[in-house]
């Protein structure tokens, strides 16, 4: 089993461009998350997907989107990037509510120029 | 919403010593929590959780206590190894959709 997959590992955008960062997970978990993390800020959760269909923000939810596209897959959109998203950014999963561990994907680290 | 405060941000020990993270919370509904461990460039892995039943857990050289009418918990690493050496991570959650709040972390630094 791979786990969490994420892709790509490393991207660097201007200002204004939009990409899509995509994960998928092996395990059949029901949720899905995406977090940043920063330095001296810890993981902060920017959307999560408690089941296929459902998507709620997070606690910094502002310019991003995102689309639980199956059960397996859980997508991060920026439409218009900007230096403040630069960032690492981690999708994780988990087999059931926030009790469970989280298994998290090897990371994208964006820079915003 | 739930809020975690870990300390202290770094903590440099020698080989061999035990360290000792700690972290509060303010949601006394909050019942699961685990500690996460991130080398350089990696991506955080689970190294032990609790659960709001449990007073302490124990696996090898590490072990997490809690303290639920003081809301904090901490994490114990005895006999420090060089690849004790990372950031480590706490975190808490009530069970709800929105998974784990996570402290700002903990950078351990292990002398030889």
């Known amino acids: ?113 | 919403g739930e809020n975690v405060e870990q300390h202290p941000s770094t903590l440099s020990v020698q080989e061999g010593d035990s360290a000792v993270i700690k972290c509060t919370y303010s949601d006394s509904a909050s019942n699961y929590f685990p500690w996460y461990k991130q080398e350089l460039g990696k991506r955080p892995q689970l190294i032990i959780d609790i659960r709001s039943n449990v007073g302490e857990k124990k696996d090898q050289r590490i072990a997490v206590t809690l303290n639920k009418t003081a809301k904090h918990f901490s994490l114990h690493i005895t006999e420090t190894q060089p690849e004790d050496s990372a950031v480590y991570f706490c975190a808490a959650s009530k069970g709800g959709a929105d998974g784990l709040t996570f402290g700002k972390g903990t950078h351990l630094i292990i002398q030889p």
């Open chain 1, 1 to 113: 089993n791979a786990g969490v997959t994420q892709t790509p590992k490393f991207q660097v955008l201007k200002t204004g461009q939009s990409m899509t960062l995509q994960c998928a997970q092996d395990m059949n978990h029901n949720s899905m998350y995406w977090y940043r993390q920063d330095p001296g800020m810890g993981l902060r959760l920017i959307y999560y997907s408690a089941s296929e269909g459902t998507t709620d923000k997070g606690e910094v939810p502002n310019g991003y989107n995102v689309s639980r596209l199956n059960k397996r897959e859980f997508s991060l959109r920026l439409e218009s990037a900007a230096p403040s998203q630069t960032s690492v950014y981690f999708c994780a999963s988990s087999s059931g509510t926030g009790a469970s561990p989280l298994h998290f994907g090897n990371g994208t680290r964006l820079t915003v120029t």
